[in-house]
């Protein structure tokens, strides 16, 4: 390193902002994540040691993968190289293996590979890197946001110890914002601010587990806000909330919250709590999640869930779809809302989805033949066959109703549709044991 680099590197550490200054740079030091980072956990145990097999760092922005990796760069005997998956190539990942062969063949020495973002490489970069991670030329170590079962290749995973990182307490949030403001070295300790603990509470809270996001909040307010008369910078809730502005909704319309999310709003509505479905609802509405798909699952949950209990709920639901689709946001929230309400205060029944799945299941194993009475008979020389012979027609019956067999010989007696207790579907039970003699 020559004297301008020294001089540049000073300058960015210098410059960088709070949540960059503040990492960790020891075990101590990390905040939060004692599932993972417990003094009798494998992972504290195993950076302590410097033995560290591959690892994947899966969760939420700001909740510390970048920091665990740079512990781990602070602590190990290995080479330690970083690379950025949203900017690194092949020629970058080759220059890493080749170091990484040096290394470990003329020193005995071994190299970690951290890669930030690791989702971002397309299969064949990950490919690429398997060899040496299977051989042990490399050791790597992965962040990723997304879930890496969905977004990194098989057979880097089965190689690999995957940790999943959660969303900060706010306790661990409240000590970290605290930290910041008393550190002179690398906090803003020597501005002389302070923070009301009402607005601590409400920074805390509404950083929604994200670090990052609140030390940012932190920075912002003590740069932008003038001295009192006292000579301090007091950081009070108005002043923390127009520097956050808004919660940040961890959402993500191709990974895995997206999925957790409308797994919730399913659930909910089928749950009959129309509070959580309405929650749900919001937050992907907030998130920006397309009108058109809510709708689609709004529908299937009204047949698939509600079914005949009330049949309107799946008419509701269509007719809420048509919509949204003429009106758009923001008065398409008030329909939806109004649709998953309806779905979720409905009465439930899954019968529908029973029926067809047993009647599935009977088709998929058993060869069956319509039975002739009920085959067509209009076409020429079909009545020759026998076909539709003996078939009685059920409007010249009293009710409406005849009995006669319709199922196929072969699952005679079978029942696929079992009617529930549950609104409308009681009635059609009732209609049934009447119009049938079994009452």
């Known amino acids: 390193m020559d004297l301008f680099d020294y001089m540049r590197e000073n300058t960015q550490k210098q410059e960088a902002p709070l949540a960059s200054r503040l990492r960790p740079r020891t075990l101590d030091e990390i905040v939060g994540q004692k599932h993972i980072l417990g003094k009798d956990k494998l992972l504290y145990r195993a950076i302590r040691a410097d033995k560290l097999s591959s690892l994947i760092f899966y969760g939420p922005p700001g909740t510390g993968k970048t920091t665990i990796a740079r512990v781990i760069a602070n602590t190990t005997r290995a080479d330690f190289t970083q690379l950025n998956a949203t900017v690194a190539g092949k020629k970058d990942m080759e220059a890493v293996v080749n170091r990484a062969k040096d ?9 970690i590979l951290f890669v930030d973002e690791i989702h971002r ?57 605290h930290r910041a403001l008393t550190d002179t070295e690398r906090g803003m300790g020597s501005y002389g601010a302070d ?3 009402d607005a601590a509470e409400f920074l805390a809270d509404i950083a929604g587990g994200d670090a ?6 932190v920075e912002l307010g003590v740069l932008t806000t003038e001295q009192s008369e006292d000579g301090r910078i007091h950081l009070t809730q108005e002043v923390m909330a127009e520097c956050i502005q808004k919660r940040t909704v961890r959402y993500d319309k191709t990974g895995d919250n997206h999925y957790d999310t409308i797994s919730a709003f399913i659930k909910s509505m089928r749950g009959s709590d129309p509070d959580a479905a309405v929650y749900y609802l919001a937050k992907m509405i907030y998130a920006g999640e397309d009108e058109r798909f809510i709708a689609r699952r709004i529908m299937i949950c ?39 309400s309806y779905v ?28 002739p009475h009920l085959q067509d008979a209009h076409y020429p020389g ?58």
Do not use: W
């Open 195 to 197: 923070i009301t603990e």
């Open 121 to 177: 490489f397309n299969k064949g970069q990950q490919d690429y890197l398997l060899p040496f991670v299977e051989d042990g030329t490399v050791i790597l170590i992965g962040a990723t946001t997304e879930n890496p079962y969905f977004e990194v290749n098989g057979a880097l995973l089965s190689r690999s110890v995957i940790f999943e990182l959660k969303p900060l307490e706010k306790a661990d949030i409240l000590e970290l914002i």
């Open 302 to 340: 009204a047949s698939e869930d509600v079914g005949n209990a009330d049949p309107m709920a799946l008419t509701v639901a269509v007719s809420a779809a048509q919509a949204v689709e003429r009106i758009g946001f923001p008065e398409a929230q008030i329909i939806l809302a109004q649709a998953a």
């Open 344 to 371: 979720a205060c409905a009465p439930k029944s899954n019968s529908a989805v029973n029926a067809i799945s047993a009647a599935m299941e009977s088709v998929k194993t058993k060869r069956t033949s319509v039975p």
């Open 212 to 217: 990052r996001s609140a030390l940012n909040a």
């Open 103 to 111: 290394n470990l063949g003329m020193y005995g020495r071994k190299t």
């Open 382 to 439: 079909a009545g020759k066959l026998g076909h539709g012979t003996g078939y009685k027609y059920a409007h010249d019956y009293p009710n409406h109703y005849v009995e006669q067999q319709y199922l196929p010989d072969e699952v005679l007696g079978e029942k696929f549709y079992e009617l529930s207790d549950n609104g409308y579907e009681r009635q059609i039970k009732e209609r049934f044991r009447k119009i049938k003699g079994n009452e």
